[in-house]
């Protein structure tokens, strides 16, 4: 785990994200503060059936709880530095299910200096309790000049 | 811009089965037609609910006194709140709402914290569509603002739409 100091920072350097231990309540918890009452996150009977060639077996957690979790680290991280979260990419590799733990990490990418400001990019990740990859990324903080 | 009226006294149907025939599938959906929206008023209640969820703990989000000598000068939203926007702006015949609908993945830009108060509005269209090893994809295109008119975030996202 590194600090966010621009200057100091290298490509390899790693950041740590919060564990995340999924439910049905937390999954209904974030059904009410996202609005998104799929029944994807609601309806075991639903469920129960086929969605093309998948079958999840259960409701599964929302994939932007994931891109909330990652988003979570990214601004702990940086906030403090005077750092601003800029952008966030995510695509989702395995379903998410009551049970689970999920945590977050990134590593810095690459540095990059503008006309008017600098950049840090940083591959994310989120794991389960198994260590498979849930979810992954790219996100963008950037370090404006009157920041460390 | 497309946009109905605001919805602010009707209550969020929870039930997204319940208009479900009135929304777009994946054949009717016109790449590059606006979707409607509504404004929605973003409450310091809505902000500090989402990070509950997320174990958000910033006091920046949640703690007044500490915020007003932070950097924003007062309470501001996570950068991800456009979660929440995404269905709070939308009516319940929008498609996003389709039950069986699966969020490939999605990239988000951001320009300005949302603070609390603040009367959001965005637009949103479908922009692509595409078959794919057998499943339907639209890519859809957001950009949320304030009642300023300043952009707040934009993004774009995947989703495989059910058969």
Same mark, same amino acid.
């Given at each position: 785990?590194?600090?966010?100091?621009f200057?100091?920072?290298?490509?390899?350097?790693?950041?740590?994200?919060?564990?995340?231990?999924?439910?049905?309540?937390s999954i209904?918890?974030?059904?009410?503060?996202s609005?998104?009452y799929?029944p994807l996150?609601?309806d075991?009977?639903y469920?129960?059936?086929?969605?093309?060639?998948?079958?999840?077996g259960?409701?599964?957690?929302?994939g932007?709880?994931n891109?909330?979790?990652?988003?979570?680290m990214l601004?702990?991280?940086?906030t403090?530095?005077?750092?601003?979260?800029?952008?966030?990419e995510t695509?989702?590799?395995?379903?998410?299910?009551p049970?689970?733990?999920?945590?977050?990490?990134?590593?810095?990418?690459?540095?990059q200096?503008?006309?008017?400001s600098?950049?840090?990019?940083?591959?994310?990740a989120v794991?389960?309790?198994?260590?498979? %990859?849930?979810a992954?990324?790219?996100?963008?903080?950037e370090?404006?000049?009157?920041?460390? | 811009?497309?946009q109905?009226?605001?919805?602010?006294?009707t209550?969020?149907?929870?039930?997204f @089965?319940?208009?479900s025939k009135?929304?777009?599938?994946?054949?009717?959906?016109?790449?590059?037609?606006?979707?409607k929206?509504l404004?929605y %008023?973003?409450t310091?209640?809505?902000?500090?609910?989402?990070?509950?969820?997320?174990?958000?703990?910033?006091p920046l989000y949640?703690?007044?006194a500490?915020?007003?000598a932070?950097?924003?000068?007062?309470l501001v939203?996570?950068?991800?709140i456009?979660?929440?926007?995404?269905?709070a702006?939308?009516?319940?015949?929008d498609?996003?709402?389709?039950?069986?609908t699966?969020?490939?993945?999605?990239? @988000?830009?951001y320009?300005?914290?949302?603070?609390?108060?603040?009367?959001?509005?965005?637009?949103?269209?479908?922009?692509?569509?595409f078959?794919?090893?057998?499943?339907l994809?639209?890519?859809?295109?957001?950009?949320?603002?304030?009642q300023?008119?300043?952009?707040?975030?934009?993004?774009?996202?995947? %989703?495989?739409?059910p058969?």
């Amino acid at each position: 785990m590194t600090s966010a100091n621009f200057d100091a920072l290298k490509a390899g350097d790693t950041i740590d994200g919060p564990a995340f231990a999924v439910s049905r309540e937390s999954i209904r918890l974030f059904c009410d503060a996202s609005l998104d009452y799929n029944p994807l996150h609601l309806d075991d009977n639903y469920m129960k059936g086929d969605f093309g060639k998948t079958n999840f077996g259960g409701i599964i957690m929302h994939g932007m709880n994931n891109f909330g979790l990652i988003s979570r680290m990214l601004t702990d991280w940086a906030t403090p530095a005077g750092a601003i979260h800029r952008r966030l990419e995510t695509r989702w590799l395995k379903p998410v299910k009551p049970g689970d733990t999920i945590r977050p990490a990134g590593t810095i990418k690459a540095k990059q200096t503008t006309a008017k400001s600098r950049w840090v990019l940083v591959d994310v990740a989120v794991q389960n309790q198994r260590g498979e %990859t849930v979810a992954a990324g790219e996100a963008m903080l950037e370090f404006p000049a009157s920041a460390n | 811009m497309a946009q109905a009226e605001s919805s602010a006294a009707t209550p969020f149907e929870t039930d997204f @089965w319940k208009d479900s025939k009135l929304r777009k599938m994946w054949d009717d959906i016109v790449p590059g037609e606006p979707r409607k929206t509504l404004p929605y %008023t973003l409450t310091q209640e809505a902000i500090a609910l989402y990070c509950r969820a997320v174990g958000e703990t910033n006091p920046l989000y949640l703690d007044e006194a500490a915020a007003k000598a932070g950097p924003h000068g007062g309470l501001v939203a996570p950068p991800a709140i456009h979660i929440l926007l995404m269905f709070a702006c939308t009516p319940a015949d929008d498609w996003m709402r389709s039950p069986g609908t699966v969020n490939a993945g999605q990239s @988000w830009s951001y320009n300005i914290p949302a603070r609390p108060g603040d009367t959001i509005t965005l637009q949103a269209r479908a922009l692509d569509k595409f078959i794919k090893r057998e499943r339907l994809f639209v890519v859809h295109d957001n950009v949320f603002f304030n009642q300023h008119g300043d952009v707040i975030c934009s993004g774009r996202g995947q %989703t495989i739409r059910p058969m």
